[in-house]
């Protein structure tokens, strides 16, 4: 959770730092990381096929698979990464295509850029902590990561404001730390994987890729990154939304957006050690206890994220005042926070459920139930009622509401009706008939 957590806290530190510039700014950096977050999170989604893989060869005991899983995993997300950086970069150019305010469409693309060469470096720390995570070592990616924040906060501090006579670059020099800080995390992770004990000795060498291989991690993959593309998706396309509302909306979005995804990227912590164990169970064959990891970590994520409802309701005015002095934005985002309080049990059970989906490797009809949920129900609603019926940017978030709400239900009834078919066929069948003694 702490690991997932440090990724968020990047886009956190960002926010509060260049919130004191204004609301320009700020708007800029949600207007970023709203494009940005879509191929960051579908990155992150492309690199976890590598973990229920491992997981599973692991729980058969297989090295020599799980060298191989490692490997090709590798080439996909070196190939990716550049792939990403390139589209992040265009994303950039259409900006002026967005109907946005004018100062903000102006200072969003120089920072947007830094963020795209993150990137690389990027995908490369994911490659050797999803490996480490199959594998069930999760700590150090941890330390790592919060380690990274610092150093990313830190660099913030000289490079924003100029401090101890480091050139003062604004809003870029927030995009600057973040891909130092990256480049740090990924030599780091990188030099821990290949120091370990546990890393597989046939791992180091090379060896012929195999198509076969890299086609069933992409199916994995892939419709793993659009799941979290679909969600987070939703919520970038309700950033843009809010820029037709102006600077003050989109920024109070930014606000509320930021603290609701500290407890997501909690959730998805939670998800993916339910990925873990559910694959471990999967190789052992051991279908009872993965039903009882499955809805333990569904039901953990029911207790955690309520405690975040309960934060964003009792402190709705102070939260937002951290990131701005600016009232109307204060008691915008506040607003907001309020929504968000009732969809937080919603998210972090739809986003465990997702996880224990795809320990079975079970990804296609999960990737359309969220595709149905935010697109073809929760952002039609939440533009209906923002547009059509004057609710404003309350009007968007309810949208989201709906759409979480039904991903979750949805969801966590796959898991049920996949995990019960799984023991059901393993379950020996008994042979009730009269038996004759002679």
């Not at 490079?159 to 020099?173: A, V, W």
């Not at 291989?213 to 793993?224: A, V």
């Not at 989201?400 to 379950?427: C, P």
Request: hydrophobic share 55%; proline share 4%; charged share 10%.
């Amino acid at each position: 959770m702490l690991s997932q957590l440090g990724h968020i806290l990047v886009g956190v530190a960002d926010s509060i730092m260049v919130g004191e510039l204004g609301t320009q700014p700020l708007a800029a950096v949600s207007l970023a990381n709203s494009l940005f977050s879509l191929v960051l999170m579908f990155g992150i989604g492309l690199s976890i096929a590598i973990t229920p893989l491992v997981a599973a060869a692991d729980g058969e005991q297989n090295t020599r698979q799980i060298a191989r899983i490692f490997q090709h995993g590798a080439v996909i997300n070196v190939i990716a990464s550049f792939i990403f950086c390139g589209l992040v970069m265009i994303s950039g150019r259409l900006l002026p295509l967005m109907n946005q305010p004018e100062q903000v469409v102006e200072l969003t693309p120089p920072y947007l850029n830094l963020l795209a060469f993150s990137l690389i470096p990027f995908m490369i720390f994911q490659t050797f902590r999803q490996f480490a995570e199959g594998l069930s070592f999760t700590r150090t990616a941890m330390l790592i990561t919060l380690s990274a924040n610092g150093v990313n906060i830190g660099l913030n501090y000289l490079l924003i404001y100029g401090h101890f006579g480091f050139p003062e670059l604004g809003l870029n020099g927030a995009g600057v730390a973040t891909l130092v800080s990256r480049i740090i995390m990924a030599a780091v992770m990188a030099a821990y994987v290949f120091r370990a004990k546990w890393f597989p000795a046939t791992a180091k060498l090379a060896s012929q890729l195999r198509p076969a291989l890299i086609i069933r991690m992409l199916k994995i993959g892939i419709p793993t990154g659009l799941q979290y593309i679909f969600e987070v998706g939703a919520f970038s396309f309700a950033s843009i939304m809010m820029g037709w509302l102006g600077a003050t909306a989109l920024a109070a979005h930014q606000i509320a957006l930021n603290l609701s995804a500290v407890s997501y990227m909690v959730a998805t912590g939670l998800a993916a050690a339910a990925t873990v164990r559910v694959g471990n169970q999967l190789g052992l064959k051991d279908f009872p206890n993965l039903r009882r990891v499955g809805f333990s970590a569904i039901l953990m994520s029911l207790v955690l994220m309520s405690v975040s409802a309960v934060a964003f309701i009792t402190l709705n005015h102070w939260l937002p005042s951290l990131y701005i002095d600016e009232l109307p934005v204060i008691e915008l985002a506040g607003s907001l926070l309020i929504i968000a309080a009732f969809f937080q049990l919603s998210d972090g059970c739809q986003a465990v459920a997702l996880g224990t989906l795809r320990g079975v490797a079970d990804v296609k009809i999960p990737t359309i139930i969220t595709l149905i949920a935010y697109w073809v129900i929760g952002l039609p609603t939440g533009y209906g009622f923002a547009f059509g019926l004057g609710w404003g940017p309350q009007g968007i978030w309810i949208g989201l509401l709906l759409s979480l709400t039904i991903a979750a239900i949805l969801l966590t009834l796959r898991f049920q009706r996949i995990s019960r078919r799984l023991q059901e066929q393993h379950t020996p069948k008994h042979n009730t008939s009269p038996q004759i003694t002679v």
